[in-house]
T-cell receptor, first 117, second 112 residues
Framework: GAVVSQHPSWVICKSGTSVKIECRSL??????MFWYRQFPKQSLMLMAT?????????EQGVEKDKFLINHASLTLSTLTVTSAHPEDSSFYIC?????????????FGDGTRLSIL | QQQVKQSPQSLIVQKGGISIINCAYE??????FPWYQQFPGKGPALLIA?????SEKKEGRFTISFNKSAKQFSLHIMDSQPGDSATYFC???????????FGKGTRLSVIA
C-alpha cells in the first residue's frame, strides 16, 4: 500500500537553530502534501497544505516565515522550523494522497518529534 | 469552531466487548469520512472510511455506521482486543484536493 516516510523521527536541538523535516511519498506521486502538528494527547491540527511547484497555503495563525515549506518534487516536501524555540516543540506529521482525485485515501508518515532545549 | 465533534474522549472496554465511538459534523459539503488509529509515537493509520451514499461499511471487526440526515457517523469495534488500545480519530473532508479535518480523538483502553 501507499507509504509516506518522514525523516528524522526524532530531533533534539538548541533554541535558535533551524530544523528541516523531510516527507517522502515512497510509492506514489503526490501533488499535494499536508503538514500537521500534534501536541500530547491532542488532535492533529493542520498547519499548511504543500503544493508541488507552488507556494504552500498556510492555516490561520501559522507563521509562514517560521515554518518554511518546500515541495520541490512530486515525492518530496520539506518543513523547516526556523529559529526554533521551546514552544515549537511538538510532534509534526506529514500526509499525502496519491494523485489529485477524490477516491484516494490520505496516508500519514510516522511523525517527527521535535524537542527544542 | 470545531467542524467534527467526537465522543467519548476516553473509553474503557472489556476484552471481547464492543467499542463504540461517535462523531458528528456540521458541514454538509463533507463527502468522505475516514477513521484513523494512532499508537503512541506513530502517525495515524487509516482503518476504514465511508462515503455518504452508503449507511454502513464493514471491514473485519471494524464497522462504520453513517446517518446522513443526523450528520453523524460512528465506529464499532467488535470483539475488542488489548491490541486495539490506541487513540482513534474520526475525520472528514469535502471534495477536491482538500485536507482532512479531525475530531479530538478517543483514547480506547481494552482491558483483559
Amino acid at each position: 500500500g501507499a507509504v509516506v516516510s518522514q525523516h528524522p523521527s526524532w530531533v533534539i536541538c538548541k533554541s535558535g537553530t533551524s530544523v528541516k523535516i523531510e516527507c517522502r511519498s515512497l510509492d506514489f506521486q503526490a501533488t499535494t502534501m499536508f503538514w500537521y502538528r500534534q501536541f500530547p494527547k491532542q488532535s492533529l491540527m493542520l498547519m499548511a497544505t504543500s503544493n508541488e511547484g507552488s507556494k504552500a497555503t498556510y492555516e490561520q495563525g501559522v507563521e509562514k516565515d517560521k515554518f518554511l515549506i518546500n515541495h520541490a518534487s512530486l515525492t518530496l516536501s520539506t518543513l523547516t522550523v526556523t529559529s526554533a524555540h521551546p514552544e515549537d516543540s511538538s510532534f509534526y506529521i506529514c500526509s499525502a494522497r496519491p494523485g489529485a482525485t477524490d477516491n484516494q485515501p490520505q496516508h500519514f508518515g510516522d511523525g517527527t518529534r521535535l524537542s527544542i532545549l | 469552531q470545531q467542524q467534527v465533534k467526537q465522543s467519548p474522549q476516553s473509553l474503557i472496554v472489556q476484552k471481547g466487548g464492543i467499542s463504540i465511538i461517535n462523531c458528528a459534523y456540521e458541514n454538509t459539503a463533507f463527502d468522505y469520512f475516514p477513521w484513523y488509529q494512532q499508537f503512541p509515537g506513530k502517525g495515524p493509520a487509516l482503518l476504514i472510511a465511508i462515503r455518504p451514499d452508503v449507511s454502513e461499511k464493514k471491514e473485519g471487526r471494524f464497522t462504520i455506521s453513517f446517518n446522513k440526515s443526523a450528520k453523524q457517523f460512528s465506529l464499532h469495534i467488535m470483539d475488542s482486543q488489548p491490541g486495539d488500545s490506541a487513540t482513534y480519530f474520526c475525520a472528514a473532508r469535502h471534495s477536491g484536493n482538500t485536507p482532512l479535518v479531525f475530531g479530538k480523538g478517543t483514547r480506547l483502553s481494552v482491558i483483559a
